[in-house]
């Protein structure tokens, strides 16, 4: 089992910036692709980006450019950088993980493609 711990959510004005993190605890953390996802209210979880063990990070097109993805192994953490925040990007983001890139390939913006899920973190977006 592998147990995720998000932060750094909390309110923030439009165009500010906010790095949200996520802790993995519970198995080797390394070989694990490690993901965020985001749920806005009445909406559908979606995909924001991935990270492989090596590094190969995917993106969501309209995160791209605003988010960046990032891992530090030996802190068994993985990180989302958000700047120019906007009111829409206001959703629980969620951290996820996957033991097997193999299986995720092709189906890593697909929610119920992984295996574990963090609790969320809630960021909020003024205008």
């Known amino acids: 089992q592998v147990q995720l711990v998000e932060s750094g959510g909390g309110l923030v004005q439009a165009g500010d910036s906010l790095r949200l993190s996520c802790v993995a605890s519970g198995r080797t953390f390394s070989p694990y692709v490690m993901g965020w996802f985001r749920q806005a209210p009445g909406k559908e979880r979606e995909f924001v980006a991935a990270i492989r063990s090596g590094g190969n990070t995917y993106y969501a097109d309209s995160m791209k450019g605003r988010f960046t993805i990032s891992r530090d192994n030996a802190k068994n953490t993985v990180y989302l950088q958000m700047n120019s925040l906007k009111p829409e990007d206001t959703a629980v983001y969620y951290c996820?993980?996957?033991?097997?890139?193999?299986?995720?390939?092709?189906?890593?913006?697909?929610?119920?493609?992984?295996?574990?899920w963090g609790k969320g973190t809630l960021v909020t977006v003024s205008s």
């Open positions: 996820a993980a996957d033991s097997s890139w193999l299986r995720l390939a092709g189906s890593y913006h697909m929610p119920n493609a992984w295996d574990y």
